[in-house]
């Protein structure tokens, strides 16, 4: 995917994702899924609960990575066949859209820039005509919460749509994830046709 292709789609309603720390040292990164807000360039900002164990792994070391899936559909081997080749031959797949966002990372204490985050989310994440308040930075519900503000220093992104395969069997493919007929199958579909130019 270029820029432009990743950041239209992550802008594009995906709003949920796993931050993943590392910490300095330890076995095991920690991996947190999460709703976040992305603003189209380099920022994404979010809220945890106090308890979190992420806090001590972001305070070790303050980079993260947020990973976000979507459109992702099994595509059986008789699909996927070559033109010419035995259906009981041909290979499976996976078909999917993902970005990894590598992260500078800022815990976020203060009241009042963490009233801006929580406020930000809430405008963004509660259906229109919601009757929930805005939150004051005297709110006394701020104290068990931080924020994070993550600064985007590198991505990595991948949209696997049948790219190496030929117009028929991406056609064949078209058709079979048309006639299975899930939610996740349209969106796929959707992605393969668009880039197969069809």
């Known amino acids: 995917m270029d820029d432009e292709e990743w950041r239209f789609w992550l802008s594009a309603g995906r709003d949920f994702g796993q931050l993943i720390a590392s910490g300095r040292g330890r076995e095991l990164p920690i991996v947190v ?38 459109e992702h559909v099994y595509v059986p081997g008789e699909w996927n066949a070559n033109e010419g080749q035995p259906a009981e031959q041909g290979v499976p797949t996976s078909y999917y859209a993902t970005v990894q966002l590598a992260c500078d990372v800022r815990i976020v204490d203060d009241p009042a820039d963490k009233t801006q985050i929580l406020n930000a989310q809430l405008g963004h994440f509660e259906p229109s005509g ?35 395969k030929k117009q028929p069997v991406r056609e064949r493919v078209a058709g079979r994830l048309a006639e299975r007929g899930s939610l996740a199958d349209e969106r796929a579909r959707g992605h393969l046709l668009r880039r197969s130019g069809s």
């Open 33 to 70: 899924p999460t709703h976040f807000l992305y603003d189209g360039e380099r920022t994404v900002r979010l809220h945890l609960a106090r308890p979190n164990p992420v806090w001590a792994h972001l305070e070790e070391h303050p980079r993260a990575v947020l990973t976000v899936i979507d």
């Open 130 to 164: 919601s009757t929930r308040a805005l939150v004051e930075a005297d709110d006394r519900l701020l104290s068990g919460i931080r924020g994070l503000e993550l600064t985007v220093t590198a991505v990595q992104a991948k949209f696997k749509f049948g790219g190496n």
